[in-house]
């Protein structure tokens, strides 16, 4: 053990490995105590957490004994490396490799030279300066023209800006990567809650609805807003509750949002709770 490795199981995966990930590539490492070949590498990847001194963090999973971290990340033989950035598998392999071809393998995973421009960006954004972001953002694009993750976050932060033909326009260069599928998709249900619930007042929209329960319309437009200003809960409530109105309603048009929540949701581990809750009260309407 040492200070860039650690045991992870399921109760801390999500900071030690999603969140953790966001920082700084994060190695998973499967491994159980009979495994002979995870013994043989567990000593390597140690090893070189040290030497690459917290630019990658390792963290090791008993799978004997996180059957569910195992099934969830589709575990199929011992030992068994994937590497999470952004919260999300990017590389994996299996068995004891070479320590030449594991160097090689965390070589590829490094940050970008504009990586702590970004970083600074995303500190600017939990200052609330949206807009020093995206000018350290687009430094770190011009600086780095490859780093997909920064371009994903100046589209994120163009939305909440209302700018949503600049975010449109970064997602459409991005085309079909399969890399940032899921992050792709949560932002282009984002779009669609900005093209839908933007600059709604939604104390008028409560009021309306106070003077008509029936106002379905009323109800759309709120919980669109609400999802925008990441009230999640009241907005799948509100989606919910326009389903059991009336689940025909406008081609559907409850049911379709609630389903773009869920992938928005989908992308960030922390709302797995809230997504499996709603999705078993959507299924238990319709059926």
């Given at each position: 053990?040492?200070?860039f ?26 491994w ?79 940050p ?10 995303l ?77 709604a ?40 509750s ?38 078993i ?7």
């Open positions: 053990m040492n200070a490795s650690t045991e992870v199981g399921s109760a801390d995966f999500q900071e030690n490995v999603i969140a953790a990930s966001r920082r700084v590539p994060v190695l998973v490492d499967f159980a105590e009979w495994c002979a070949p995870c013994r043989t590498l567990k000593p390597v990847l140690e090893k070189l957490a040290v030497e690459y001194g917290g630019r990658f963090r390792l963290a090791k999973v008993n799978s004997d004994q996180n059957h569910e971290l195992a099934s969830r990340y589709a575990v199929r033989g011992i030992p068994s490396v994937k590497a999470f950035i952004d919260g999300e598998v990017v590389r994996e392999f299996t068995g004891a490799l070479a320590e030449a071809q594991v160097r090689a393998f965390i070589d590829d995973l490094l970008s030279p504009a990586e702590p421009l970004r970083i600074a960006a500190e600017a954004r939990t200052r609330g300066d949206s807009e020093v972001a995206c000018s350290l953002l687009s430094d770190a694009l011009e600086l780095d023209p490859t780093h997909d993750t920064a371009r994903l976050d100046l589209a994120d932060i163009r939305i909440d800006l209302g700018d949503t033909d600049t975010a449109q326009n970064i997602l459409d260069t991005l085309g079909h990567s399969t890399r940032f599928a899921a992050r792709v998709a949560a932002l282009q249900a984002r779009l669609k809650l900005a093209a839908s619930g933007g600059g007042d939604t104390a008028a929209l409560a009021s309306r609805i106070a003077a008509n329960a029936d106002d379905l319309d009323a109800r759309l437009r709120l919980a669109h807003a609400l999802a925008l200003a990441r009230d999640y809960r009241p907005a799948l409530e509100e989606l919910l326009l389903v059991k109105r009336d689940r025909h309603w406008q081609d559907q048009a409850a049911r379709k949002a609630m389903l773009d929540l869920f992938t928005l949701l989908g992308s960030d581990g922390q709302y797995d709770d809230l997504v499996r809750e709603f999705r009260a959507l299924a238990r309407t319709l059926n």
